[in-house]
C-alpha cells in the first residue's frame, strides 16, 4: 500500500526483514491463498472509522475458515468473530504498542490451537449451511 517503503525501512532497521515479506498487490488468488497458507498470522488493521465499522468481515472470515490466527481491530463485526484471546486478537486501532505485542506473540509464541478455535467458529456459526438455515427461516 501508500505506507509500504516506509514499513519496509522500518523492518530493516529493526532487523526483522527476514520474517516479513511485503508483496504488494497479488491479484492472483491461488497466489494469495498459498501465501495465506503460509503466514505464521493473518492481521486486519483498520481504523476506527464509520466505513470500516460498516465493513463486512469476509477477509477476516476467510483467514479464521482456514485456521490462521487472526489480528484484526477491535472494530464493527470484527468484534462478533473473535473472541480476544481465544480464537484471535483484537486490538485497538492506533495502539501501536498493542498491534506489536500481539503480532510479536503470534511469530514468536505461535498458539496453533488459537486458529484451530477461529476454523471452528466460522465453521459453527458462519458456514454456508448455517447461514443457508437462517436465511430460510428469516424468509419463511
Known amino acids: 500500500g501508500v505506507n509500504q517503503s516506509e514499513l519496509e525501512r ?3 532497521q529493526s532487523g526483522i526483514t527476514s520474517q516479513i515479506h511485503f508483496l504488494g498487490y497479488q491479484s492472483d488468488y491461488p497466489t494469495v491463498q498459498a501465501w495465506i497458507h503460509h503466514a505464521s498470522a493473518c492481521v486486519v488493521p ?4 464509520l466505513v470500516n465499522r460498516c465493513r463486512c468481515a469476509a477477509k477476516l472470515a476467510e ?8 489480528i ?3 472494530i ?6 473473535i473472541q480476544h484471546g481465544h480464537n ?3 486490538v485497538r486501532p492506533g495502539s501501536v504498542s498493542q498491534w ?4 510479536e506473540s503470534s511469530i514468536f509464541s505461535p498458539e496453533p490451537e488459537m486458529g484451530m478455535h477461529a476454523k471452528r ?7 454456508w449451511s448455517i447461514v443457508a438455515r437462517v436465511l430460510l427461516k428469516v424468509l419463511s
Open 10 to 12: 522500518q523492518a530493516h
Open 46 to 49: 483498520y481504523k476506527d472509522n
Open 63 to 70: 483467514y479464521m475458515a482456514i485456521g490462521k490466527t487472526v
Open 72 to 74: 484484526a481491530s477491535a
Open 76 to 81: 464493527g463485526q470484527n468484534k462478533e468473530y
Open 88 to 90: 484471535g486478537f483484537l
Open 100 to 103: 506489536a505485542s500481539e503480532i
Open 121 to 127: 467458529r466460522v465453521q459453527e456459526q458462519y458456514s
